[in-house]
């Protein structure tokens, strides 16, 4: 599956929410992230067919989208999800299967493993029950394209979990797609292999997280003594988030030379490179960008 | 469209039907039993009835219109609609098509009981006559649906705006079919008279003629009064073609309203489809030439119907109140309504005028 944005654009009244995008995604999971107001909704309503385009070109496997015309096998769960009143979730199997094929087994097994009653009211549920709710009836969807905006807010950090494995499970390496958008980028950490970046409706960035860090490492250390922010730059190297506690200190940096020239000069007991996390990454490209700005 | 959907908006909305099919029956069932036999020997029911079932019928058009498109106000629901992957024309059509039945078909079989409670009682029955009856009452809630569905459902696509051109079309045709049958093939103004009166005798006074004529002529000087004027508007010239000519000034008014209307109402955007706003300026107008053009329309067919037309307006100016207050999301009239309220009026008017104008 291959969607495909050509210099789209949208306004919101007197806001541009989407300013010339550009993107290509392929199959597999991807994060849409941005801060507040960065335009994620919008790029999801438009690829759901629920806005249309001012200007560009959104294609899905080469056929354009738009409005009355979304994408065939597109599946949209928005932040705040429409369900018709004192529907139970067997209800809202019914109600969506008049819709969209569905797997009501796979509807089952989830409000087993969430332990959500399948015949009392979804508006008797609590705010995460809910989530998980549509979440599950979301991902038996026997869908192509799978939208969720904000789709993981209010879920604990089990059911987290277990929805992260249910979408990997269903989508990765099956020719389909999921955009999932989020402001919280740690729900996405070990979900989504791809990332778009979008600020102010622009594409900020898009790639793999390790593309997205552009060189960032993240070093560790302890030192003899305790070395202040200052100390390090003296050295030239560009400090990001620095911290420290007594004599240990953690910051990121693009300085490929940091550690020979810390070695060098405070020749720390334990000096290494760790990993950094995706939320690490993309929390610095988000700074970035707001610092271009 | 997908059946299963059209069953599952049809059960939705069964406890709507069932409460409007009960009142239709009990209201028809209660002045059937009040009916008296009339100076001709027949059975005539009450006066009051045909405007009382109308008024229901028409009441529950406008609700029906109301929550049928409901879902366009409110994000949640536009946010699921509007991405099922159906095309917006088609869910438009489905939605409005599954409430059209649900107002008709109970009117009719009401109608048909109403009928039989007459046989019962020994009423001597013409069935054209009563086909006619139960044509006009359709013809009535199909307008009134439509004329609340403008509104309701912010029509806002070219196709949805050429969509209720062509409707109201329809019924406007539907509706004055009968009258043109009867005109010209009677010619004569004074044997057209004498259907009017017999349709009052022996239909059930359920829809639109029959209510107004069975108020009309229900005594004698009023019968003489109306007869006089009438046959005075009719009588000297060709009632045909009278007819015809009103026709023509429908037809001559509604495509340029139709056009004018969807260029300022179209929304090549779409996303104020299903959000609640005060909308730029242009949209606000086009709102009120919206009402304007519906109340015009209304002004046309109450020219027949001079009667009814203020039981129309009423309804009329209590739709524009609900359409107003749900679109400013307040109670409060502003002075931009009124201005509204004020072009509808004189759009009402021009309506008459102009079908009178166009009849003599």
Redesign the interface.
């Known amino acids: 599956m291959i969607v495909e944005a050509k210099s789209i654009s949208k306004r919101l009244g007197e806001t541009r929410a989407i300013d010339g995008l550009s993107f290509v995604l392929t199959d597999g999971i991807v994060g849409l992230v941005g801060k507040n107001g960065a335009g994620k909704s919008t790029l999801l309503r438009c690829l759901a067919g629920v806005y249309q385009l001012d200007a560009g070109e959104l294609l899905c496997d080469g056929v354009p989208i738009g409005l009355s015309r979304p994408a065939e096998g597109t599946f949209f769960l928005p932040d705040d999800p429409y369900c018709p009143k004192g529907l139970s979730l067997k209800g809202l199997y019914r109600f969506l299967s008049c819709h969209y094929a569905l797997d009501y087994s796979a509807i089952r097994d989830m409000a087993m493993e969430f332990g959500l009653p399948t015949d009392k009211p979804i508006s008797s549920f609590s705010k995460g029950m809910k989530r998980q709710a549509y979440l599950a009836a979301a991902l038996s969807v026997d869908s192509r394209l799978l939208l969720l905006d904000e789709a993981f807010d209010g879920l604990d950090p089990l059911a987290l979990e277990k929805i992260k494995s249910r979408i990997v499970e269903r989508f990765v390496g099956k020719d389909r797609l999921v955009i999932i958008a989020s402001h919280n980028i740690v729900s996405l950490e070990r979900l989504s292999d791809t990332f778009l970046l979008i600020d102010k409706g622009r594409l900020s960035d898009k790639g793999a997280s390790e593309e997205i860090a552009h060189g960032l490492t993240k070093i560790q250390a302890v030192f003899s003594v305790p070395v202040s922010e200052s100390d390090i730059e003296s050295l030239g190297i560009d400090v990001i988030g620095f911290r420290s506690q007594g004599a240990m200190a953690e910051f990121l940096t693009h300085d490929e030379s940091s550690i020979d020239k810390l070695k060098g000069r405070f020749a720390p007991p334990y000096i290494e490179k760790v990993p950094l996390t995706s939320t690490e990454i993309i929390a610095h490209a988000m700074a970035e960008g707001e610092k271009h700005e | 469209m997908?059946r299963?959907?059209l069953?599952?908006e049809a059960r939705?909305w069964l406890g709507f039907v069932i409460v409007y099919f009960a009142l239709l029956s009990a209201v028809v069932l209660l002045f059937a039993s009040v009916s008296y036999v009339s100076v001709y020997g027949t059975v005539q029911p009450s006066n009051v009835d045909g405007t009382t079932i109308n008024s229901i019928a028409i009441a529950f058009s406008v609700i029906m219109a109301m929550l049928t498109f409901s879902y366009r106000y409110?994000?949640?629901?536009?946010?699921?609609?509007?991405?099922?992957?159906?095309?917006?024309?088609r869910l438009f059509i489905a939605r409005y098509l599954v409430s059209l039945v649900y107002l008709i078909v109970p009117y009719v079989i009401v109608s048909l009981l109403f009928y039989l409670v007459l046989y019962c009682r020994g009423a001597v029955l013409d069935y054209g006559l009563g086909f006619l009856s139960i044509l006009f009452g359709i013809v009535i809630i199909a307008a009134s649906y439509l004329v609340s569905c403008f509104p309701f459902s912010r029509g806002k696509t070219y196709f949805e705006g050429f969509f209720y051109f062509f409707v109201m079309m329809a019924i406007l045709q539907l509706g004055l079919l009968p009258l043109s049958f009867f005109v010209g093939a009677l010619v004569k103004s004074d044997a057209f008279m004498e259907v009017c009166l017999k349709a009052v005798e022996y239909a059930p006074s359920l829809a639109l003629g029959p209510a107004l004529f069975s108020e009309l002529f229900a005594n004698d000087i009023a019968k003489a009064a109306v007869t006089d004027t009438l046959l005075k508007a009719l009588g000297e010239s060709d009632a045909f073609l009278a007819v015809f000519s009103t026709y023509v000034a429908t037809y001559a008014v509604l495509p340029i309203a139709a056009t004018v209307y969807v260029y300022l109402a179209r929304e090549?955007?779409?996303?104020k489809?299903?959000r609640p706003s005060k909308g730029p300026s242009f949209e606000r107008y086009s709102y009120h030439f919206l009402m304007g053009t519906a109340a015009f329309i209304l002004g046309c067919f109450c020219y027949f119907f001079v009667y009814l037309s203020i039981l129309l307006f009423v309804v009329y100016c209590v739709v524009y109140y609900a359409v107003a207050s749900l679109y400013a999301r307040t109670f409060k009239v502003s002075l931009w309504d009124l201005y509204g309220y004020a072009f509808s009026l004189v759009a009402m008017a021009s309506g008459i005028v102009l079908a009178a104008i166009a009849a003599v």
């Open positions: 997908n299963k959907y069953l599952f939705r409110d994000r949640k629901s536009s946010d699921y609609y509007l991405s099922i992957g159906e095309k917006r024309d090549p955007s779409g996303e489809m299903g």
